[in-house]
């Protein structure tokens, strides 16, 4: 869960993390009074959950208040990778003479913590690593270790830091990673730290990304405004719509609604549709146990996608039973109708109970079954995926 | 033989007498697994189905020999629930919960490579060696006694494996859901060395997919394998920069792609499969 920056920023603060004295502005007038305040000139920085924003021009400078308003006004106007500018961030603008970068993350595959630092901050870290590996320092931890001050001071030492600041850069360091681990955090990045002219040591650029997971045991995070978010730019109508019933969804470019299960099979599934010549129109996660009435909204989701020519449905019961799987269908089928070919697969656990809910319910009413293919464990989940190819290619056209 | 369980387990449930233990407890016993006991604090002295409560996993460990636990207990609760275990000496931990604190499981991991405990999970749908013991939530009706082995992050994608194996005669010896959380108590190589030591597994399946970090650690061994391993990946065709699923399924930047780690796995020498259908055929093709 990414954090922006000056969220990032008012936990380095709260971790004596030196920061600069800016503030938010939602307006451009709001902008403009907090230039006058600071009575400086500015930087600007747009408030977004995404990378590259100084490439996108999302950080500009501005003399006084009336540039800045102006220089404001193009920023609220700006999409970066898709996602509007809602939020400015003002800050007085520093003369630089060095810049560092100082991190800490989790290395997932070896089990680590890992304090990374460089001379060479403001850029791209990656690239520097890639291109420079000797330019960056690790240390790597593990999660039951603290970090010490002369641990730190040698870190500060090897990036390149003078005497006269190396206690100062040590303390940030040490606090950097007392904060990653008190916030649950799988990211945090001070880039760049800078070392101004007037030789202080200001972090100019946060990057956080914090565990969702663990949110639960943060109230102080809360008390901060900082709680889950969306982090994937816009959402089309049909994504907020599956976000307000609590359903994982994207929508793809293709014309196969997909119902594929866990989110296992939810990526893979995609996959199959590909290898048949097929294009799956969104990714769903349709595991997890769902109830009867969450199946039928997911149908309901597919069904109203106009881009859909077919659905594809599949069921594979571990924890999420056949039964209710049957039971959201049917739930579907008299509520709301079908208006889409659909060909699915089911099995697994207590699919005898889901077969005979199925077969109760085209007793009943055959017709809500005229466009249902069904089948069982005899069908292989590609006669499936070759199907939902057909049935989109008939309707469709090309 | 079959790898991390059999039907000599001694196996034991930590959150027995709660709805989904209690669920899957019975699943697990109808199936013939050993299951000799669980733990719920404070119901001490009960019984589930014939199985002694202990409060303690120490008391359960030391009363019924249990060396084998299945953790069915809120995420918030899994990182006490497994310290707890691996403390009174199991020996292999499945935690069946999801979206456990990536923190958590780094204490975990810490505490079990100390202790000499095997962890599974977070997320995932358990392990099943067919016809011996069933440990989590895997439906019975896709698996039968045979000779490859398999190992996978998804549920869903054993199953449908465990199924295509089942079909076409190969059957399996056991079945290892790694887990979805973004950290996991064990990783691709680890797991693959068992079924490696393992005189029943003729060959092994692991499916990995997009935003994972243990498929990579999958070359590292088996180069050094005389057990063919087959390899898919999920999430080929799956767009970048978008979140799909799984907690762990993210492509960000320069994380491999699931293309690439499909490409990878082949260079190290397993055999890259598109569907579940490739299977069978592959394994016809190496003599399996």
């Not at chain 1, 500009?60 to 540039?67: E, I, P, R």
């Not at chain 1, 007037?198 to 990304?209: C, G």
């Not at chain 2, 001490?44 to 069915?72: I, L, R």
């Not at chain 2, 320069?254 to 579940?276: I, N, Q, S, V, Y």
């Amino acid at each position: 869960m990414r954090l922006y920056e000056f969220e990032g920023k008012s936990l380095f603060k709260k971790y004596e993390i030196p920061i600069p004295e800016g503030r938010t502005a939602a307006g451009i007038n709001e902008v403009a009074q907090i230039v006058r305040e600071l009575n400086k000139p500015v930087v600007i920085k747009a408030q977004v959950l995404t990378g590259g924003r100084g490439k996108a021009g999302g950080v500009k400078f501005a003399d006084n208040a009336d540039t800045a308003q102006s220089v404001a006004e193009n920023l609220f106007n700006l999409k970066i990778k898709g996602y509007p500018v809602n939020l400015l961030l003002v800050e007085p603008k520093y003369e630089i003479k060095r810049e560092f970068y100082i991190g800490v993350t989790i290395d997932r595959a070896n089990y680590k913590l890992v304090v990374v630092a460089s001379g060479e901050g403001g850029v791209d870290i990656e690239e520097t690593a890639e291109k420079h590996p000797e330019k960056i320092v690790k240390k790597t931890l593990s999660v039951q270790q603290e970090l010490y001050t002369f641990e730190a001071l040698e870190i500060a030492k090897q990036i390149g830091i003078t005497s006269e600041h190396l206690k100062t850069v040590a303390r940030i360091i040490v606090n950097l990673y007392l904060m990653f681990k008190a916030t649950d955090a799988k990211l945090v990045e001070i880039n760049p730290l800078v070392l101004t002219a007037d030789n202080q040591l200001i972090a100019a650029d946060s990057r956080v990304s914090l565990d969702d997971d663990a949110l639960f045991r943060h109230p102080e995070l809360k008390a901060m405004g900082i709680e889950k978010r969306h982090e994937e730019g816009e959402m089309t109508s049909r994504e907020k719509q599956a976000t307000e019933w609590g359903i994982p969804y994207l929508d793809l470019d293709g014309d196969i609604g997909m119902f594929p299960g866990g989110a296992g099979f939810g990526i893979m599934g995609n996959d199959f549709i590909h290898y048949y010549g097929g294009q799956p129109a969104n990714f769903m996660d349709s595991g997890g146990g769902p109830s009867p009435e969450r199946i039928a909204k997911m149908l309901v989701l597919l069904d109203e996608n106009p881009d859909v020519k077919a659905i594809f449905g599949a069921r594979f019961g571990g924890i999420s039973r056949c039964d209710d799987f049957a039971k959201g269908v049917v739930m579907f089928l008299k509520e709301h109708g079908l208006s889409k070919p659909i060909v699915m697969r089911m099995t697994g656990n207590m699919w005898q109970e889901g077969v005979k809910i199925f077969q109760d319910a085209k007793n009943e009413n055959p017709e809500l079954f005229e466009k249902v293919e069904f089948h069982g464990i005899e069908t292989p989940i590609e006669e499936i995926s070759r199907r939902a190819v057909e049935l989109a290619g008939m309707k469709g056209g090309n | 033989m079959a790898i991390l369980v059999d039907k000599n387990s001694r196996v034991m449930v930590q959150g027995i007498t709660g709805g989904t233990g209690q669920f899957h407890a019975r699943r697990m016993i109808e199936y013939g697994t050993r299951v000799v006991g669980g733990t719920s604090p404070g119901k001490g002295g009960q019984k589930v189905m014939d199985c002694p409560v202990f409060d303690t996993v120490a008391e359960c460990v030391k009363e019924t020999g249990a060396d084998v636990s299945v953790v069915f207990l809120p995420a918030v609760a899994v990182k006490e629930a497994a310290i707890e275990a691996i403390r009174a000496g199991i020996k292999f931990l499945v935690v069946i919960p999801e979206h456990i604190p990536i923190h958590d499981m780094l204490h975990i991991r810490e505490e079990a490579v100390r202790g000499g405990t095997i962890v599974i999970g977070g997320n995932t749908a358990g392990i099943i060696t067919p016809g011996q013991a069933n440990l989590g939530i895997m439906p019975d009706i896709a698996f039968a006694p045979g000779r490859v082995g398999t190992v996978s992050r998804s549920g869903s994608i054993t199953y449908y494996v465990a199924d295509t194996l089942t079909r076409t005669g190969y059957g399996e010896s056991t079945c290892v859901g790694l887990g979805g959380d973004p950290v996991l108590g064990s990783t691709f190589d680890e797991i693959l060395l068992k079924f490696e030591a393992d005189d029943q597994t003729k060959a092994v399946v692991m499916t990995g997919e997009i935003g994972g970090v243990y498929e990579e650690r999958a070359c590292t061994v088996i180069p050094k394998m005389k057990t063919p391993v087959l390899a898919m990946i999920g999430g080929i065709f799956a767009p970048p920069g978008k979140r799909m699923g799984h907690a762990g399924a993210i492509v960000e930047g320069k994380m491999g792609t699931a293309k690439e780690k499909l490409e990878m796995l082949a260079d190290a020498g397993a055999h890259p499969c598109r569907t579940f259908k490739d299977i069978p055929e592959t394994l016809k093709k190496l003599g399996v």
